[in-house]
Every structure is written in structure tokens, then in C-alpha cells.
């Protein structure tokens, strides 16, 4: 069992995931019988608590991204490829940890933009790439506007498919080839 913090945590983002930002603290100390006085004590208000929760969930998506391997021999379409590979692996993620990616949704659909210390879609690119990021935008400058694009419509998929589009298993593909065609420039043969 995680300890109580870690417990918290989860529980919260269950709550977020099932009734966004209307749970109340009460409900997760009723759950993990402590008291709301202990939740307070880790995360000092319920904004500190979606916070830590925001922050969580950003982290186990970077960690999931960071696993994507970069191409050791970069061009504009092996970074292409890259790209899709890491969009891959954002849905995979996303579509195995549903109330995850509820709670992650309701963030984003919020304003919720960056966790604390990340600020920009480029420093996220630059955690996530770490000594690779250089390398990678000097063979491709124009590397950010493509992930900030990535970005966007990843943002838009996921609260299409847990929000309204429950139950349509083509929506990644569909989402893929509309990355691939409007980002990438292929062409609908050789999407298909």
C-alpha cells in the first residue's frame, strides 16, 4: 500500500477524474479514513492538493515520453517518425490509465497549461530530450512549432475520446492522420 501522501494523491485524482474540480477533501479522508487535517498537512489547501495532483500526473506522463527513443541518426523524417512514436505513446498511456486521463483532461479543459517548474511547451521538450534536444532542433528548427502542434491536438484528442468520444476506437487513428497530413505534409496514400 502507498504510504498516506502517495494515497491522497491517487485518491484525489479519482475524485477529479470522476467529479473535477467539486470533490471535497472530506470525501477523500472519509475514504482513506484520516482526517482532512492530515491532507492539509501534505498539500496545505484543495488548490495545493490539484496541484500536487496536476504536477503527478504531468511527471508520469513525461516519464512515459522519455521512454520513446530518439532516432540516433536524425533527419527531418526520422524526427517525423519520432514524433508519431511519441504521440503512440501519449494514447497508449492515456487510453490505459482512464481516470488518469479524465483527471488530466479536466486540467486541461480548465486552463491548466504546464506543472510547476515546466512554464512552456519548450521546456517541457527539453526535460523530456534532455541532451538530445539540441541536436535534435538543429537538424529540424522548425522541431517546436511541430510538438506544440503535437501538443494541441493531443490535447484535443484526449478530451475528445474521455470526454465525448467514449467508445470510438478509431479516434488515435483518426487524430494520427491528421497529425501526419496537416503536420508532416504526407500524402493520404502514403497515410493509409
Same mark, same amino acid.
Request: with cysteine.
Given at each position: 500500500?502507498?504510504?498516506?501522501?502517495?494515497?491522497?494523491?491517487?485518491?484525489?485524482?479519482?475524485?477529479? =477524474?470522476?467529479?473535477?474540480?467539486?470533490?471535497?477533501?472530506?470525501?477523500?479522508?472519509? #475514504?482513506?479514513?484520516?482526517?482532512?487535517?492530515?491532507?492539509?498537512?501534505?498539500?496545505?489547501?484543495?488548490?495545493?492538493?490539484?496541484?500536487?495532483?496536476? #504536477? *503527478?500526473?504531468?511527471h508520469e506522463l513525461r516519464l512515459v515520453l522519455? @521512454?520513446?527513443?530518439?532516432?540516433?541518426?536524425?533527419?527531418?523524417?526520422?524526427?517525423?517518425?519520432?514524433?508519431?512514436?511519441? *504521440? !503512440? =505513446?501519449?494514447? #497508449?498511456?492515456?487510453e490505459s490509465r482512464n481516470h488518469v486521463a479524465? $483527471?488530466?483532461?479536466?486540467?486541461?479543459?480548465? /486552463? *491548466?497549461?504546464?506543472? !510547476? /517548474?515546466?512554464?512552456? $511547451?519548450?521546456?517541457?521538450?527539453?526535460? +523530456?530530450?534532455?541532451?538530445?534536444?539540441?541536436?535534435?532542433?538543429?537538424?529540424?528548427?522548425?522541431?517546436?512549432?511541430?510538438?506544440?502542434?503535437?501538443?494541441? +491536438?493531443?490535447?484535443?484528442?484526449? $478530451?475528445?475520446?474521455?470526454?465525448? *468520444?467514449?467508445?470510438? @476506437? #478509431?479516434?488515435? !487513428?483518426?487524430?494520427?492522420?491528421?497529425?501526419?497530413?496537416?503536420?508532416?505534409g504526407m500524402d493520404s496514400e502514403r497515410i493509409?
Amino acid at each position: 500500500m502507498p504510504n498516506k501522501k502517495e494515497a491522497i494523491l491517487e485518491t484525489a485524482v479519482r475524485y477529479i =477524474a470522476e467529479q473535477g474540480g467539486s470533490f471535497s477533501t472530506e470525501q477523500i479522508a472519509s #475514504d482513506l479514513g484520516c482526517s482532512q487535517s492530515l491532507i492539509f498537512r501534505y498539500y496545505h489547501t484543495k488548490d495545493g492538493l490539484m496541484s500536487a495532483c496536476f #504536477d *503527478w500526473i504531468c511527471h508520469e506522463l513525461r516519464l512515459v515520453l522519455e @521512454e520513446v527513443e530518439i532516432p540516433q541518426v536524425l533527419s527531418k523524417e526520422s524526427i517525423d517518425g519520432y514524433i508519431l512514436d511519441v *504521440w !503512440r =505513446a501519449y494514447c #497508449d498511456y492515456l487510453e490505459s490509465r482512464n481516470h488518469v486521463a479524465s $483527471a488530466y483532461m479536466y486540467f486541461v479543459s480548465t /486552463g *491548466w497549461k504546464y506543472p !510547476r /517548474g515546466y512554464g512552456s $511547451a519548450e521546456t517541457v521538450l527539453e526535460k +523530456i530530450l534532455g541532451d538530445d534536444y539540441e541536436r535534435i532542433t538543429d537538424v529540424y528548427p522548425d522541431f517546436i512549432f511541430a510538438a506544440e502542434y503535437v501538443i494541441m +491536438i493531443s490535447n484535443v484528442f484526449a $478530451a475528445g475520446k474521455f470526454i465525448e *468520444w467514449k467508445g470510438d @476506437e #478509431d479516434a488515435a !487513428r483518426k487524430f494520427e492522420m491528421i497529425l501526419m497530413h496537416g503536420i508532416f505534409g504526407m500524402d493520404s496514400e502514403r497515410i493509409k
